[in-house]
């Protein structure tokens, strides 16, 4: 699997405000993505995000309000645009890659961003 | 819309026992099966992927799959504390589909 970190790990932010979240893998992936769970809940894909193309966005999450860059295959930034407490939430960012032996395409997750707006 | 249900528990066993965690999916074309695990305030972890119907063993854990009856579960032997975390079902499709999570409880 790969070694995936994320900036920052927490954070607590002012409603109106903007946070980009940074994801690092340390081997190249076509596939990463982007994930948010709030508390008690399970994940919710907010969008995939391929090198060299537009993301593409789940139904619920638009671009103007969870911009994505994927500037190339190591690195992605999620930015969670004009914040309300209701953005308070964990976010993930995933890749997709190769399993040991198996060489099926699994999804191994990074550490988390832990939000809270006030 | 793929859905994914899981039972959200809390599944109490206790310590040596066997937890047996289910799933059922709705996708008939769903062709990957995963379980991650994922401990309180950090993220999940994959302890088990499965592809082709029948038994698949790793160490403590076994997964089913019976893409007859879309269904897919995870057994774990001898059950320590330190398994005692939420454990989540994810169906592949374009991207992964996450149930809900069931909690499991592993009483010392």
């Known amino acids: 699997s790969a070694v995936i970190s994320q900036k920052p790990s927490r954070d607590i932010c002012q409603r109106g405000t903007s946070l980009t979240i940074q994801c690092q893998v340390d081997?190249?992936?076509?596939?990463m993505f982007w994930y948010r769970q709030q508390p008690g809940q399970s994940l919710t894909l907010i969008a995939t995000?391929?090198?060299?193309?537009?993301?593409?966005?789940e139904s619920g999450f638009v671009i103007d309000k969870f911009p994505i860059s994927r500037p190339n295959l190591t690195f992605s930034t999620l930015t969670v645009s004009n914040m309300s407490p209701e953005d308070s939430s964990i976010y993930l960012c995933?890749?997709?890659?190769?399993?040991?032996?198996?060489?099926?395409?699994?999804?191994?997750f990074g550490p988390g961003t832990r939000l809270l707006v006030l | 819309q793929k859905e994914v249900e899981q039972n959200s528990g809390p599944l109490s066993v206790p310590e040596g026992a066997i937890a047996s965690l289910n799933c059922t999916y709705s996708?008939?074309?769903?062709?990957?099966f995963f379980w991650y695990r994922q401990y309180s305030g950090k993220s999940p972890e994959l302890i088990m992927s499965?592809?082709?119907?029948g038994d698949k063993e790793d160490g403590r854990f076994t997964a089913q799959l019976n893409k007859a009856s879309q269904y897919v579960s995870l057994l774990i032997r001898d059950s320590q504390p330190s398994d005692s975390a939420t454990y989540l079902c994810?169906?592949?499709?374009?991207?992964?589909?996450f149930g809900s999570g069931t909690r499991l409880q592993v009483q010392p």
């Open positions: 499965i592809y082709s119907n």
């Open positions: 995933s890749v997709e890659m190769g399993e040991y032996a198996s060489y099926q395409e699994t999804q191994y």
């Open positions: 995000a391929n090198q060299g193309s537009e993301a593409t966005y």
């Open positions: 994810a169906v592949s499709g374009r991207a992964l589909t």
């Open positions: 996708d008939r074309v769903s062709q990957s």
């Open positions: 081997s190249q992936v076509t596939m």
